[in-house]
T-cell receptor, first 114, second 113 residues
Framework: AQSVAQPEDQVNVAEGNPLTVKCTYS??????LFWYVQYPNRGLQFLLK??????LVKGSYGFEAEFNKSQTSFHLKKPSALVSDSALYFC????????????FGAGTRLTVKP | SQTIHQWPATLVQPVGSPLSLECTVE??????LYWYRQAAGRGLQLLFY??????ISSEVPQNLSASRPQDRQFILSSKKLLLSDSGFYLC????????????FGSGTRLTVV
């Protein structure tokens, strides 16, 4: 079965600095990978996904993620963090063989300080 | 375009009372539907998913049940709430197929007192 790990519960960065939120995955076949963001008391919002093709995927709000098959990673990045980026971030994976559910990581809380 | 509606936004219920949370999707047909619970603002626990009317898969045995009486309606229920049922409940939908992401509703904050 597929799984995903987010090794950091909390990431703190200063506004204007680059940010990275880490994610590693495990699937039997080729993965479909996703990043979501959640603001307090709200549902999850889709940021970006990797299906196939270019390993660098660009998404909403200036975020991007790099797929690394050899390291089984899909880290979320942004060149310059904003205070408004502070939120809970979830990495998720679906298996290409067509399971009907998505596996989410435990979430990483990103805090951007002014 | 597709939209998902989930209500109520907040709910305070006494222990032992029944529960009914509703989720509807507009603008698509035959979606996959999901119920998740999120405790303490952290990880998501998949409770139920459905790939069609009347088809419900349960991930975790618990005090809750789900039903899908119509193609785009997904209901989460309980006959008697427990304190441990408190949490943030999220409904989501997706197209059929693994290459699609999920679209989430705005969530229901349930507090059992």
């Amino acid at each position: 079965a597929q799984s995903v790990a987010q090794p950091e519960d909390q990431v703190n960065v200063a506004e204007g600095n680059p940010l990275t939120v880490k994610c590693t995955y495990s699937v039997s076949g080729n993965p479909y990978l996703f990043w979501y963001v959640q603001y307090p008391n709200r549902g999850l919002q889709f940021l970006l996904k990797y299906i196939t093709g270019d390993n660098l995927v660009k998404g909403s709000y200036g975020f991007e993620a790099e797929f690394n098959k050899s390291q089984t990673s899909f880290h979320l990045k942004k060149p310059s963090a904003l205070v408004s980026d502070s939120a809970l971030y979830f990495c998720a994976v679906r298996d290409i063989r067509g399971y009907n559910d998505m596996r989410f990581g435990a979430g990483t809380r990103l805090t951007v300080k002014p | 375009s597709q939209t998902i509606h989930q209500w109520p936004a907040t709910l305070v219920q006494p222990v032992g009372s029944p529960l009914s949370l509703e989720c509807t999707v507009e603008g698509t047909s035959n979606p996959n539907l999901y119920w998740y619970r999120q405790a303490a603002g952290r990880g998501l626990q998949l409770l139920f998913y459905s790939v069609g009317i009347g088809q419900i898969s349960s991930e975790v045995p618990q005090n809750l049940s789900a039903s899908r009486p119509q193609d785009r309606q997904f209901i989460l229920s309980s006959k008697k709430l427990l304190l441990s049922d408190s949490g943030f409940y999220l409904c989501a939908w997706s197209f059929q197929g693994p290459n699609y992401g999920y679209t989430f509703g705005s969530g229901t904050r349930l507090t059992v007192v």
